[in-house]
């Protein structure tokens, strides 16, 4: 089995500001299927809590503005879509309308949980999926799909729980439709 965790929530908040990823609540109750395979609820709740801590860097619709659309609007979005690594690893990757820092940090987290997960023949990985309904259902799919159109890219931690799950998890590709060829997109792992 599978273990897939859609209360990562949303991945972009309209403002840097906002609340984005996992809920809150979610580091009080590490997942049953886990916690008989050896994950103690604190392990969980650390996990949870540097997750919350990479979030804060995650995208903004308004950072998204202000890189792609203000002051040049289409002549612009068109050369950052072309030429600007927007999600890469670089020197400018902190700023606030570049995603680089957040992919980098979501990067580190994945290998410092797969050190203990795959000791115990457990593999996790990000993983998106475009169009939704493509992805995992869980408790939380429908509120998180209402009213959302075809473009709405659904991402969560999934969790394999076997030794030949983890493998085929590990070949899998964190983008299921998403295919997103611009320059944006590279160092994208989410």
């Known amino acids: 089995a599978v273990v897939s965790t859609q209360s990562t929530g949303e991945k972009v908040s309209c403002c840097p500001w906002e609340t984005t990823g996992l ?5 009080n109750y590490v997942p049953e299927e886990l916690w008989v395979k050896g994950i ?3 392990m969980w709740a650390d996990w949870c ?10 995208p903004s619709v308004s950072g998204c503005l202000c890189i792609f659309c203000f002051p040049g609007f289409i002549p612009q979005s068109i050369l950052c879509a072309t030429f600007c690594p927007t999600s890469g690893d670089h020197c400018l990757k902190c700023l606030p ?16 949980v797969n050190e203990v997960l795959n000791r115990k023949d457990m593999h996790a990985k990000l993983k998106t999926y475009k169009p939704y309904n493509k992805a995992p259902r869980s ?9 959302k159109d075809e473009n709405y890219e659904m991402s ?17 590709s964190w983008d299921n439709g998403v295919n ?4 944006s997109g590279r160092g994208r792992i989410l």
Do not use: H
């Open 23 to 27: 809920d809150p609540d979610c580091k």
């Open 40 to 42: 103690s609820q604190s």
């Open 49 to 58: 809590d540097d997750l919350m801590e990479v979030q804060k860097k995650s």
């Open 97 to 112: 309308c570049f995603y680089g820092d957040w992919y980098v940090g979501l990067n580190k987290w994945t290998r410092k």
């Open 139 to 147: 408790m939380d799919y429908a509120s998180r799909v209402s009213g």
């Open 156 to 172: 969560m931690l999934e969790i394999a729980l076997t030794a030949d799950e983890s493998r085929k998890l590990m070949e899998e």
């Open 180 to 183: 997103d060829g611009c320059t």
